[in-house]
DNA sequence: CCACATAATACTCATTTCGAGTATATATGT
DNA sequence: ACATATATACTCGAAATGAGTATTATGTGG
């Protein structure tokens, strides 16, 4: 066995929604891409994992992270070198925070920015049609073979095929990044990219350990109340909805969310109204903690709309 | 920042299932703790955690792996120390496998064997009324404040209150051991237990591996259609069944499981028929591959039953 | 060969959930 | 007062779900 020696990195997706965007807070490195809070795990002075992503994303992003999750551990070779030549295992986390100031060097950014095909909620991203469909027929074509070709062919119709399925934020990126449709991939195989090239490209894995994070979140969101974590202590149910929806990457129906977060006993109301500009006040709801006691499993579950406007 | 450096280890629960057992191949040294297949991650020979899983495992227990999932990546101080004092970070895995023949040192052991309050298929397992209610509630109250009091009480009525989720393994075994219901608790801490035991123990931090494991997989029969993965290539509605309530430790309807798998299309019958020793024979039904293609998200979905028997 | 015991498979039915609407209520601006 | 905009309530059909009963196909002991 050889002695080439490891070490741990630890990255965050730290997610926030502001208003109908939802944003991730990234380095921004003069010059290079975007990054993610990234920092080493020290074992001589962390008992965990999460305390040593805790401590320096306080250092370096002054943020108090409050749910955070693990998310995947990354040890691919070449997608993450450290200058040192040392072999990186970075293991991504996802945090939830209500959006406060950022850290010098630290700035908010549209999640979409990083995955413009993600974006259902005005209608399907021209994109998919124009662009990534057809480099995806010729990334089909250019198989080695039979089997290659029908193995390929399925993964393209699951990603991108009929029926949208918005938790495959992960599968999407990788089928991207192999077709060669992502700059990461140029950059990792050190040549230089003579196609389209989709979304804003991150440093290292980045956005791989953030497709990650969007994906876990989706699927999340329809079974735990994480919402809420994002939201102000008291918001509109329209507010809620359209955190949902951004998170989502979808349009929901109005109505019927209203009825499922009713229902469903998440939120109370407080007696309180908005003042908005025009229309009917809205009642300003809070979450009710206690649900988490009192159903198994509770989370909002999205009441996808097939079609119309809400 | 310190010097001390840390090390990778993959840990596999390897998971196969005979008729009614859902096991798990363990590695028994003689007189120690029954342990996963575990082995350290060689970044000079690997390119990728999984690929470096897949050769010792092959290597070690002469297994060739099928489907793998990555679980959760463990550093927490003191749960896991190897010999040389170096801080091992282990990376879980979950293995899904049709029974084989085992290496020599290794022996599949039915997961129940670590989780009896797992297993609701009979009846409630009596040992929740029994000793684990009474140990928690004085857990509870030995609290250091009214809010931790709080807290417990919360967590201990999720896991183990009314409306019994099946998932939520992971989450019922860390409330045992910080309970000290369980032996590695007081192995961690260097003390001797005087009160309960509960399940066999295992290596290091192994039994929560384990945990990890049971909970990803009983989440995700409903969704994907994992369970084939541990299927003879043909089968009978019943022994899909089994096998699918042997895992998620509850019974099933029988009628309504059999419309579900049916018309969700995941499985067709071959024309032929086991011969039982009594009563109708059954159809011989194989997994219908190309719903992976088909269906957005194809799964067992459980069909729990509420009363009475099947 | 005929009743059973046993298990597989088919069919029924009430209830709940879901998607998609329409209807009504309460604001503001003119 | 009324047009406009939004919040909230209620309705309705289709599908999914939970829990049965009914029927069919075997082997076995009289």
Redesign the pocket.
Known sequence: MSKETVSIGLSAAIVAVEGERPSVLVVAYDGAADALPFGPFDPAQQRTLESGLRKWVGEQTRFDLGYTEQLYTFGDKGRHESAAGTRVVSVGYLALTRQGKEAPETAWRGWYHYFPWEDWRDSKPAMIDSTILPALKKFVNDAPNAEATELRRERVNVCFGEGWDEERVLERYELLYEAGLVEEFWRDSGRTNKGPSLGTPMLFDHRRILATAIARLRGKLKYRPVVFELMAPTF???ELQRAVEALAGLRL????F???V??QGLVE?TGK?N?????????LFRFRRVVLRERPAPGV????????AS
């Open positions: 509109t149910l329209l129906h109005k109505q019927n209203r009825r499922l009713a229902e109301g109204f003042a908005p500009d025009r229309g009917r006040p809205a009642e579950r999205l009441g996808v709309r097939r079609s119309k």
